[in-house]
């Protein structure tokens, strides 16, 4: 296994996220995605510090958007799934399969 690809549990439904918001994701989009598919009430300083870590791991690029006058002239910051970050999602959701493999009977109990 390469630990260099793990992710966490939040991780994982952060780049999901993106993955559904598409390339020009965003935190408010990126939070609704989250809070309508998994019912978790979720701030966006805690989707901005993930996004971040996952910036520095080169899983996610970001870049500015023009200022808007609906943000009083400040920019959107857009995120996108990177190449690496796509392999980082598919390694961890393989490896969470195989965990779940053969224990359908004990997850319904």
């Known amino acids: ?13 952060v780049l999901l996220a993106l993955l559904r918001v598409g390339p020009d994701a965003y935190g408010v989009p990126v939070r609704q995605e989250i809070e309508r598919r ?3 009430d979720i701030t966006l300083g805690a989707i901005y510090k993930t996004l971040r870590r996952m910036e520095e791991k080169g899983y996610v690029a970001s870049r500015e958007g023009e200022p808007t006058a609906e943000r009083g002239g400040r920019r959107k910051k857009f995120y996108r799934l990177e190449p690496l970050g796509l392999r980082a999602l ?9 965990m779940t493999r053969g224990l359908e009977k004990e997850l319904k109990a």
């Open 1 to 13: 296994m390469n630990h260099d690809l793990y992710l966490g549990e939040f991780e994982q439904i």
């Open 90 to 98: 598919n390694h961890s959701l393989a490896a969470l399969k195989q």
């Open 38 to 40: 998994t019912g978790r």
